[in-house]
């Protein structure tokens, strides 16, 4: 009887120094995780309505002079796209990727509510997820860099990304070389299989753009008739709020600007 009253005593110290503890600011919980998105809320989305409001913007999201470069405006837009293709697919996506396109004609998300007429209609590629070696991968991003097509498009630019992918631009050769391509920090491997969210420039090439490799239908899957604007547009619909503190010029790509 003794040892349990003795027992007692001392769980209770334990707590109230604990509680004491914690009344000094010391917390052992961890902060909140930041909110799922909602992809109920995109049921009735209709992409002719261009006065539907998609969301907030608390601030400008910046896409200028981004042809060979890192953007807030491109960051978002790449991990919009990422995430839409997990939602529609139901399966792995490792990261998206896309030319300059949206930069080039649009360059700047301005702060507040965000229509659907803004967004949907940058970006009119279907959505595709293409499954990539990390060879090929490698093959494209170089390939825009160098700007190394047989065709008719031979325009020279930073491909953008989303967070899982980075890549060095090296401009001490001529044309620029894209170099220490990365999936989540790791360098990517040449033998493993990506499954990688685009448009159909990329995913579904049929052009003599010898950098974009061309693949057989098991290797790419089509999910019109959403376009890459329309899928961003939905991202903004689940997300509710876009704060461009979730998209930082933080590394995706590094190295310097070519000289145009």
């Given at each position: ?14 707590l ?20 799922a ?15 539907r ?25 790449m ?14 996506i ?25 967004i ?7 959505v ?9 991968v ?11 097509s ?27 070389q ?15 299989e ?67």
């Open positions: 009887m003794r040892n349990r009253l003795l027992a007692g005593i001392f769980a209770i110290l334990v109230a120094a604990l509680a004491g503890c914690a009344g000094d600011g010391v917390t052992s919980s961890p902060p909140p995780p930041p909110p998105l909602d992809w109920s809320k995109i049921a009735d989305y209709d992409s002719t309505d261009g006065n409001v998609l969301g907030t913007a608390t601030a400008a999201l910046d896409g200028t002079n981004g042809r060979y470069q890192e953007t807030v405006l491109g960051n978002f837009y991990d919009g796209l990422a995430e839409y293709a997990r939602h529609v697919s139901g399966k792995r490792d990261f998206a990727l896309f030319n300059d396109a949206f930069i080039r004609s649009f360059t700047n998300l301005p702060e507040g509510e965000i229509k659907n007429s803004a949907s209609t940058n970006g009119t590629d279907t595709v997820v293409s499954i990539f070696t990390g060879q090929q490698k093959d494209i991003i170089e390939g825009f860099v160098a700007s190394t047989t065709g008719s498009w031979n325009r020279g630019c930073a491909p953008m990304v989303s967070k899982e992918l980075s890549y060095t631009i090296d401009t001490s050769t001529t044309p620029p894209a170099k220490n391509i990365k999936v989540n920090g790791a360098a990517i491997n040449d033998t493993q990506y499954r990688v969210a685009g448009g159909n420039f990329i995913g579904d090439n049929t052009t003599a753009n010898r950098f974009i490799p061309i693949l057989s239908d098991e290797k790419k899957e089509k999910y019109a008739p959403t376009k890459v604007g329309e899928a961003v547009a939905m991202y903004i619909i689940a997300k509710g709020t876009i704060k461009p503190s979730d998209y930082p010029v933080a590394g995706r790509i590094t190295g310097v600007k070519p000289t145009l």
